[in-house]
């Protein structure tokens, strides 16, 4: 990079913001895929408005940027893979605002998914989409890959959430899209647009976020199945039954051979197994809909039905399903999840 390019950065973001170590240059050159490549600089953006005189002089200087939040990401975008700056957001992280009464949170893209779950924590609230990578990954991260996890059947991903955004675009124009209402219908949905673009329509500075009550009751069943037909059956029979499960998993054989090579589970080896679980605000509530998952499993010639009488019989039950992920991406890097 020129001299005179890095002096220009410099006098955005300040001595301090400002990296080209090579030390940074090596942990900005990967995230959790298997692609990788040094930038020519790292910058630490602590405001909109250095953000966008970042991209005026990029885009004026033709410089590839790279947003990044925790580099957790899995396929490979907050890689800069043809060099120039890594826009590191992880110090834009306050939470901005929570709203009880509006049923919204306005935060900064570097904060952390778990920092705000705390945060909405003591009122009862939470933020649903819950990515496995939750504890470390950065919302401005989430959003720019719609990210979800294990409850996305019932409660969506991170795209049903967001309200609205600010975003700077290539050419350093700040703009807002949405509104901070739960109804919001008139013009185009430039949000959605923008949630799941991995960085590449412009870099997301604030973000507006639907919040839920949390449910404070769950009921927790698994059952196993000689054939995949069975579960398969289980599950579309388990839609008209009139419930929608917090979460329902089906597991099957390839699955399970792996987690019991790769971890002491000693998971029975069958053909298929599910793991459903039922959320809400009394156990009468979440048990009758349970009942209803189970009598379907009943239905299905199931080799056995175990339900979950504690909290810790709950974890040990999930505990399988969580443990697939890290067991198939130690076999193979390259496989598909959705
Ligand atoms: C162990 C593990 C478990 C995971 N589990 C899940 C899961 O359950 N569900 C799931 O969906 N994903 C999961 N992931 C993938 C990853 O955690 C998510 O994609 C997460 O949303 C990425 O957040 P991040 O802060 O790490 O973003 P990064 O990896 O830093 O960036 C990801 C993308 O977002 C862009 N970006 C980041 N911040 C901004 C911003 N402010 N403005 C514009 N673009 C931006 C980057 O340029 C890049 O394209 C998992 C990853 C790991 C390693």
């Not at 975003?167 to 124009?173: F, H, I, K, T």
């Not at 919001?184 to 009550?213: A, H, M």
């Not at 698994?222 to 289980?234: E, K, P, S, Y």
């Given at each position: 990079?020129e001299?005179?390019?890095?002096q220009m ?6 001595d ?20 990788r ?5 790292g ?9 966008s005189?970042i ?8 410089i590839?940027?790279i ?5 957790t990401?899995?396929?490979g975008?907050?890689?800069?893979i043809k ?8 110090r834009m ?6 709203s ?10 570097g904060?952390?998914?778990a920092e ?8 009862g ?6 990515p ?6 950065t919302?401005?991260?989430n959003?720019a890959?719609?990210a979800?996890g294990l ?5 969506g991903?991170t795209r049903d959430y967001?309200?609205g ?7 350093g ?5 949405g509104?901070k209402?739960?109804?919001s219908?008139s013009?185009y949905?430039?949000t ?5 673009s ?16 949390r449910?404070t ?8 199945f000689?054939?995949?037909?069975d ?9 008209f039954?009139?419930?929608?499960p917090?979460a329902?998993?089906?597991l ?17 080896e069958v053909?298929a197994?599910?793991l459903?679980e039922?959320?809400g605000?009394t156990?009468?509530?979440t ?5 209803k998952?189970?009598s379907?499993?009943q239905?299905?010639?199931p080799r056995?039905?175990k339900?979950?009488k504690t909290?810790?019989e ?5 505990m399988a399903r969580?443990?697939?992920y890290g ?5 193979k890097t390259?496989?598909?999840l959705e």
């Amino acid at each position: 990079m020129e001299e005179k390019i890095k002096q220009m950065l410099i006098d955005v973001v300040g001595d301090k913001n400002f990296t080209d170590h090579q030390i940074d240059m090596v942990s900005y050159s990967y995230d959790a895929s298997e692609h990788r490549h040094r930038p020519t600089c790292g910058l630490w953006a602590e405001t909109t408005q250095q953000i966008s005189e970042i991209l005026k002089i990029a885009n004026k200087e033709k410089i590839p940027v790279i947003p990044r939040g925790a580099g957790t990401g899995l396929s490979g975008m907050a890689v800069p893979i043809k060099g120039g700056i890594v826009l590191d957001l992880s110090r834009m992280n306050k939470i901005v605002k929570i709203s009880i009464q509006d049923r919204l949170a306005i935060v900064q893209p570097g904060v952390v998914y778990a920092e705000l779950e705390n945060a909405l924590s003591p009122y009862g609230f939470f933020f649903p989409p819950d990515p496995a990578s939750g504890k470390v990954s950065t919302l401005g991260g989430n959003v720019a890959t719609n990210a979800g996890g294990l409850k996305g059947a019932k409660y969506g991903t991170t795209r049903d959430y967001v309200l609205g955004l600010q975003v700077v675009l290539p050419d350093g124009r700040v703009m807002r899209t949405g509104s901070k209402t739960m109804k919001s219908v008139s013009g185009y949905d430039l949000t959605r647009l923008f949630v799941g673009s991995e960085g590449t329509l412009g870099v997301v500075t604030e973000i507006i976020l639907k919040i839920n009550p949390r449910p404070t009751v769950t009921s927790t069943a698994l059952a196993t199945f000689d054939r995949l037909d069975d579960a398969g059956r289980v599950v579309s029979q388990i839609m008209f039954t009139g419930i929608i499960p917090s979460a329902l998993e089906i597991l099957g054989r390839h699955t399970i051979q792996a987690i019991n090579q790769n971890t002491d589970l000693n998971l029975p080896e069958v053909d298929a197994m599910i793991l459903a679980e039922t959320d809400g605000h009394t156990a009468e509530e979440t048990d009758f809909q349970m009942k209803k998952i189970i009598s379907v499993f009943q239905k299905n010639n199931p080799r056995e039905i175990k339900s979950a009488k504690t909290e810790e019989e709950a974890r040990e039950l999930w505990m399988a399903r969580k443990s697939a992920y890290g067991v198939l991406a130690r076999i193979k890097t390259h496989f598909v999840l959705e």
